[in-house]
């Protein structure tokens, strides 16, 4: 059992897997700084000063050791604007791929040489027809 799971932990599939969600962890670490410090403050700032990750409707404001239960909608918009980059991103990546996919697909097949014994039926042919 064992020798089945190292061998499938160490097959190609697998090990590409582990380090795409590797990576998309990262970029998604990027594109979440990208959004909360680069982006929402200028749409902030172009909407009229506005700090996104400050809006929110409480619901109940904090009294003694209770904590204040609030709607953080300006989160939730944040929130929203990286995942658009990110599948926007994503959609860029995957038309890449299939483009390239596309031109290795149009180039012709080289040709192959015929087999040994087709080569030689085709010499008897020709001798055939010679006599």
Do not use: C, W
Not at 9 to 36: E, H, P, Q, Y
Not at 38 to 53: C, E, Q, R, S
């Amino acid at each position: 059992m064992l020798k089945e799971f190292r061998e499938f932990a160490v097959k190609g599939n697998v090990m590409d897997l582990a380090v795409a969600v590797i990576i998309g962890a990262a970029f998604g670490k990027i594109v979440s700084s990208l959004v909360n410090d680069v982006i929402m403050p200028v749409i902030g700032l172009i909407v009229g000063g506005i700090d996104f990750a400050s809006l929110k409707i409480v619901l109940t404001p904090a009294v003694g050791d209770a904590a204040e239960v609030a709607i953080l909608y300006g989160t939730f918009i944040q929130t929203i604007v990286d995942f658009l980059l990110i599948a926007l991103s994503v959609f860029f990546v995957v038309k890449l791929v299939g483009k390239l996919k596309k031109k290795e697909e149009e180039k012709p097949a080289a040709y192959a040489e015929p087999a040994e014994d087709i080569v030689l039926l085709t010499e008897i042919r020709d001798l055939l027809k010679a006599k």
